[in-house]
């Protein structure tokens, strides 16, 4: 089975404050990517990472960070020193091999970040 | 140019009403697909076109009638709707050829069906 679970429906935050957000995925695909993805109030998807199963390196970027490991089937976002503008929707997604053009997305963690 | 437009952003519709959402995208892009996103819920997968060609529909009903006139443009023609189907439709582009690339959304249309 493909799957992608992101067990935290909503997280609720004050500014400044850092925040994981958990992603497991399932797949028997030895060749896969994973995605995160943030819907702002708008509505408009915002790509904001991609990673390979051959490349566990974590990385970062400005605030954000990614941890990927496999022996877990986790890719969790780390997002430091929040801020307001931080408040979205996130979506982790995973695209297997044998899955042609299709993404599968986890049902997505809310996140809202107070002043 | 990194960007994936939609029109209209808002539309209602009548059950019998027959419509049509655009998307258009000026990356290079070979590969479209539109979602449909209910309140609170993932974008689901509906269409996907590689190279202008169909290559993927996840048994949408009858009543959702997808096209891509060229490599830029995709167009999705709505006619006798249920109001179940009301919801953000989202276009999305990404390069062609495997499913490892990232896709670019546009904004959305809200549809809102009677």
């Known amino acids: 089975a493909q799957k992608v679970t992101q067990a935290q429906t909503e997280i609720s935050v004050v500014e400044k404050e850092d925040v994981t957000l958990d992603c497991v995925y399932e797949t028997r695909d030895t060749t896969y990517y994973l995605f995160w993805y943030k819907q702002p109030p708008s509505g408009e998807l915002v790509f904001l990472i991609r990673?390979?199963?051959?490349?566990?390196q974590n990385e970062i970027s400005g605030r954000y960070s990614w941890n990927f490991q496999k022996s877990t089937s986790s890719f969790n976002f780390t997002i430091t020193a929040s801020q307001v503008v931080d408040s979205a929707v996130y979506f982790c997604a995973l695209s297997p091999r044998t899955g042609g053009f299709k993404t599968i997305f986890g049902a997505g963690t809310r996140l809202f970040v107070k002043a | 140019d990194t960007e994936v437009t939609q029109t209209p952003k808002h539309l209602v519709m009548g059950m019998t009403n027959k419509k049509s959402l655009k998307c258009e995208q000026h990356m290079g892009h070979r590969a479209m697909y539109w979602y449909k996103q209910k309140a609170k819920k993932p974008p689901e997968l509906m269409f996907v076109?590689?190279?202008?060609?169909?290559?993927i529909n996840e048994s949408v009903p009858s009543r959702f009638s997808p096209e891509c006139p060229n490599s830029s443009l995709l167009n999705l023609h709505l006619h006798a709707l249920q109001p179940e189907d009301s919801a953000l439709y989202l276009c999305?582009?990404?390069?062609?050829?495997?499913?490892?690339?990232?896709?670019?959304f546009g904004p959305g249309t809200r549809l809102t069906v009677l």
């Open positions: 990673r390979n199963s051959f490349d566990e």
């Open positions: 999305a582009s990404s390069q062609a050829g495997s499913s490892y690339n990232e896709q670019f």
């Open positions: 076109y590689s190279y202008e060609k169909l290559s």
